[in-house]
C-alpha cells in the first residue's frame, strides 16, 4: 500500500531533479520537518519491523537474534504458502471481474435513458457502506438454511448451495462480496473515461457500418484502456490487502481455505503472539507488493503513457 | 460507576460483624478491614459477556463496602485477550485487576509472571473473608488457579461445562429416548434427522478453532489424555483418531448444512429456530434458550451431561478468573475487589441468572442459592451433575491459539470428507515444533 503512495512522489522528484540544483540550500528548514515525519512514521518502523524479523520475539518471552530464521521458517510452512496462493487467486478474481462487470455498467450508464442519474446513484451505494456491516449482512445472507441467497436460486431451481460453508466454494463468494462493493468504483473510473472520448471516431465508424461490438472493440476499449489500467491497480492493492470482509465473514475459514496472508499476518502477530516470525511475514507480504505494484507501473509507463500522451 | 455515596444502611450492613465486635469488646481475631483502602481507584479489564454484567451491576455494593472506586470496561473477549496481553507486555497496564480465560491464557499468563501472587493475601485474616478458603473451589478450579509451585495467581471466578441440550418436543416426535452413550447418541440423531422438514439431529461448532472445545470432549470420552508426561502433545493418537471419527459422523451425517463454519453462535440459532434437536456447548446458553424474544424452543429444552464415550464419561472443562496485575500498585485494593467478584452474594447472582457457574462448592451446593436459580430445574441438575465428571478440556500449554487454530482446521477440514487420520498426523506435524519452540523459550 505504502509503495505506491511513496513511489509516486519519488517518480515526480527525479523528474524534477535538474530544477532543483538552480535553488539556493536554505530551503532545508522546509524540508526537515517533512523529513522527521517520515523517518518517524514510515522509515523508522520499517527498519524496526526488518529489525524484529531477525530475531525470535514472542510476547512474553525474553528476544533473542536468530538471524534470518524466521524466514528459512517461512519457506517450509504450508500455511503461509497456501496463504499465498489464496491471495493471488483471490486479487486475480477480484481485479478482473469488478473490471469487466465496472466497464459493461459504465457502458451502460453512459448511455442516455431514463432515470439514469437516480440509478446510477443507487449504484454506487455499496461502495458508500462499511465493509464489516456489509460482511455481517452477507454472512446472513450466506447461511445455507435460512440465507435468501439460497431461497433465491430455490426460485429457480438451483439446488443450495454452501458458499463460504464450504473450502472450495468460499473465496468465489467472498469475491463476489467484494465484487458487489467494488464494481461502482471502476464504474465511476471508466464513465469518467468514456466521458473524455471524443465524438468523431464513432462517427466515422457508424459511416463505416461497424457493429456495436466493433465499436466497443476498436474504438471504446482501446481510449478507455489507461482509465482501465488505473481502475485495475487501485483494485489490486485494495485486493491484495483486503482484510475486513474475509476476517469478518469467515476469519480465513473453513479450516485455513480462505486465510490470506493478511489474516495468517493477524494470526501470528496478535493471537500467536509471535511478532518475530509476523514480522518476517510482513515484510515478505511486503516485497510481494511492491513487486506486483512495480509491474504494474512498468507496464503502465511501456505501454500506454505514451498512448495517451499522444491521444489526448 | 464510581459511588462516594454511602448510605447509612449499607454502612451498618457493611461493618456490623466487625462493629459488633468492637462495642462489646470482645478480644476478637482479626476481621476483614473493608474500609483500609477506601479512597482508592481501581481499573478493570473485562470479557464482554454475563460475568461482565454482574460485576458491573452491582459494583456500587463494593464501592459502598469498601470505599473504592471501580472503573470498568467490558471488550469482546477476542480483543479483550489481545489489548491485555499488549499491556501487560508493555509492563505498565492501565488496568489493576484483570479477567482472563483459564483454558487459554494460564500458562501464557505464568511464563510472563504477569499476575501477583495472591497466596499471602489468602492467609492474612485483615484481608480475607473467613468462607473464603482454596478448599472451596472445586479441583479443575485450582488446577487453573495455582502455579507449579501452589502460588494462587488469580481467583477462579465461573466455571463452563460442556453439556448437552435436546429438544424434548423433536424427541417426543420421533420416539426417541435421551441417549446416554456416543453410539446412542448417534442413533438418535440419525432418527431425528428429516432434511425434508429441514430439522437435524445434532448441531455443534465446526468452525476452526472453536471446534476444539466440542471435539475434546469427544476426544477425553474415548480416552485421550492431551499430554504425556514429558509434555508431548498427544492429540493424534488413536483415541482423536476415534474421537474425530465420532466427530466426523456427526457433523457430516446429521448436521445442518454448512455447520463447517458454525461457532456456538451459528449452533445456537440453529438450536432455537428447532432446527436441531441435539447441541453440545458450554453450560451458560440456558439463558438465551429459555427467553421467549430470542427462542422458539421455550420450555422445550432438556438440559443433561454429555453422553458417555467408549472410554469414559467427562464433561469438558472450562473457565474464567480474576487476577491483579504484577505490576498494579493497588495490589490489596485490587485483591479485595477480586475477593468480592468470587463472593458468595456475587456467585450466587451469577448462578441464578444462569449466566455462569461459580467455581465455589459453598455456592453451588447451597439450597438456598439453588432454589433461587431461574433455569429450569435439569438444568440447575446437568451443572451438579457434570460437576462431577469435569475434566479441563484443552491443554496447558502456552500455544493454545496454535493448537486450536492448527488441529482444528484439521478437523474441520474432516466434516469435507477427509481421513482423519492423515489431518490429524499433518496438522501435529505443523504443532509440534511450534509448542516445543514456546514450552522451550
Known amino acids: 500500500m505504502s509503495a505506491l503512495t511513496q513511489s509516486t512522489p519519488a517518480a515526480a522528484r527525479s523528474d524534477a531533479a535538474p530544477e532543483k540544483e538552480l535553488r539556493p540550500p536554505s530551503y532545508w528548514p522546509f524540508v526537515v520537518p517533512a523529513l522527521v515525519v517520515v523517518l518517524a512514521i514510515i522509515i523508522f518502523p520499517w527498519v524496526f519491523t526488518i529489525w524484529m524479523s531477525l530475531n525470535e520475539w514472542k510476547v512474553g518471552s525474553p528476544t533473542t537474534f536468530v538471524g534470518f530464521s524466521n524466514y528459512l521458517r517461512l519457506t517450509s510452512d504450508p500455511r503461509f504458502l497456501e496463504a499465498v496462493g489464496h491471495t493471488l487467486v483471490y486479487t486475480v478474481l477480484s481485479v478482473v471481474l469488478p473490471l469487466i462487470l465496472g466497464t459493461l455498467s459504465a457502458v451502460v450508464f453512459h448511455q442516455n435513458f431514463a432515470g439514469r442519474g437516480f440509478l446510477r446513484g443507487v449504484f454506487i451505494m455499496p461502495m458508500m457502506a462499511t465493509p464489516v456491516a456489509i460482511a455481517l449482512v452477507w454472512t446472513m445472507m450466506f447461511h445455507p438454511q435460512l440465507g435468501v441467497l439460497n431461497y433465491l436460486l430455490s426460485l429457480v431451481g438451483i439446488p443450495a448451495q454452501l458458499w463460504v460453508f464450504h473450502p472450495a466454494t468460499v473465496i468465489p463468494s467472498l469475491v463476489l462480496v467484494e465484487t458487489w462493493q467494488w464494481t461502482p468504483l471502476v464504474m465511476l473510473i471508466v464513465l469518467g473515461g468514456l466521458a473524455a472520448i471524443p465524438t468523431e471516431p464513432y462517427e466515422s465508424a457508424q459511416i463505416d457500418g461497424a457493429s456495436f461490438w466493433q465499436v466497443f472493440r476498436f474504438i471504446t476499449l482501446p481510449l478507455i484502456m489507461p482509465f482501465l489500467f488505473i481502475a485495475g491497480m487501485i483494485r489490486m492493492i485494495d485486493a491484495v490487502k483486503s482484510f475486513d470482509i474475509i476476517f469478518a465473514i469467515t476469519q480465513g475459514g473453513p479450516g485455513s481455505a480462505s486465510e490470506t496472508i493478511n489474516i495468517y499476518l493477524y494470526s501470528v502477530a496478535f493471537t500467536y503472539y509471535d511478532l518475530g516470525y509476523g514480522s518476517a511475514i510482513a515484510v515478505v507480504f511486503f516485497l510481494l507488493i511492491v513487486l506486483l505494484a512495480a509491474v504494474m507501473l512498468y507496464a503502465r509507463q511501456r505501454m500506454l503513457w505514451t498512448e495517451i500522451a499522444s491521444g489526448a | ?441
Open chain 2, 1 to 441: 460507576m464510581a459511588n462516594h455515596n454511602i448510605s447509612r444502611r449499607t454502612l451498618l450492613k457493611g461493618t456490623a460483624a466487625a462493629g459488633a465486635l468492637s462495642l462489646t469488646g470482645l478480644p476478637a481475631r482479626a476481621e476483614v478491614n473493608w474500609k483500609k483502602y477506601a479512597g482508592t481507584k481501581l481499573e478493570v479489564i473485562l470479557a464482554k459477556g454475563p460475568r461482565g454484567d454482574n460485576l458491573q451491576k452491582n459494583i456500587k455494593e463494593f464501592t459502598e463496602l469498601t470505599g473504592i472506586q471501580v472503573e470498568s470496561e467490558q471488550i469482546p473477549e477476542q480483543q479483550q485477550r489481545q489489548k491485555v496481553v499488549i499491556e501487560l507486555t508493555s509492563g505498565r497496564p492501565s488496568f489493576d485487576v484483570v479477567h482472563l480465560s483459564y483454558h487459554v491464557q494460564k500458562r501464557q499468563f505464568e511464563k510472563a509472571g504477569w499476575l501477583a501472587d495472591m497466596t499471602p493475601f489468602m492467609k492474612d485474616p485483615t484481608l480475607t473473608a473467613p468462607d473464603l478458603v482454596e478448599s472451596d473451589f472445586s479441583a479443575a478450579g485450582l488446577q487453573y488457579a495455582k502455579n507449579d509451585k501452589g502460588q494462587m495467581l488469580s481467583l477462579p471466578w465461573s466455571v463452563d461445562y460442556f453439556i448437552l441440550y435436546y429438544n424434548k418436543e423433536l424427541f417426543q416426535k420421533k420416539g426417541v429416548a435421551v441417549p446416554k452413550t456416543f453410539d446412542e447418541m448417534i442413533a438418535a440423531a440419525e432418527k431425528l434427522t428429516d432434511p425434508k422438514e429441514g430439522t437435524f439431529g445434532f448441531v455443534g461448532r465446526g468452525l476452526r478453532n472453536a471446534n476444539m472445545t466440542l471435539w475434546t470432549n469427544f476426544f477425553l470420552n474415548c480416552g485421550g489424555e492431551f499430554l504425556d508426561a514429558k509434555g508431548n502433545i498427544l492429540t493424534d493418537g488413536p483415541e482423536a483418531i476415534e474421537a474425530t471419527k465420532i466427530y466426523q459422523t456427526l457433523l457430516t451425517k446429521v448436521a445442518p448444512p454448512g455447520v463447517v463454519g458454525f461457532n456456538w453462535m451459528e449452533s445456537m440459532a440453529s438450536f432455537t429456530q428447532g432446527r436441531s434437536a441435539m447441541w453440545i456447548d458450554g453450560v451458560g446458553w440456558a439463558p438465551p434458550l429459555e427467553d421467549p424474544a430470542a427462542s422458539r424452543v421455550v420450555g422445550k429444552v432438556g438440559y443433561t451431561v454429555v453422553p458417555a464415550g467408549p472410554k469414559g464419561q467427562y464433561s469438558a472443562t472450562y473457565g474464567d478468573g480474576i487476577g491483579i496485575a504484577a505490576a498494579s500498585k493497588n495490589k490489596e485494593a485490587a485483591y479485595l475487589l477480586c475477593q468480592w467478584v468470587v463472593s458468595k452474594k456475587q456467585g450466587a447472582r451469577l448462578l441464578q441468572a444462569g449466566g455462569g457457574v461459580p467455581f465455589r462448592n459453598s455456592i453451588l451446593n447451597d439450597p438456598e442459592v439453588q432454589s433461587g436459580v431461574k433455569m429450569p430445574k435439569e438444568w440447575l441438575q446437568s451443572v451438579i451433575d457434570s460437576a462431577k465428571i469435569s475434566k479441563l478440556g484443552l491443554p496447558v500449554i502456552i500455544p493454545v491459539a496454535e493448537f486450536r487454530d492448527l488441529v482444528g482446521a484439521a478437523i474441520t477440514s474432516t466434516i469435507t470428507g477427509t481421513d482423519p487420520a492423515t489431518e490429524l498426523k499433518k496438522a501435529h506435524e505443523q504443532f509440534r515444533p511450534i509448542l516445543e519452540r514456546s514450552e522451550k523459550a
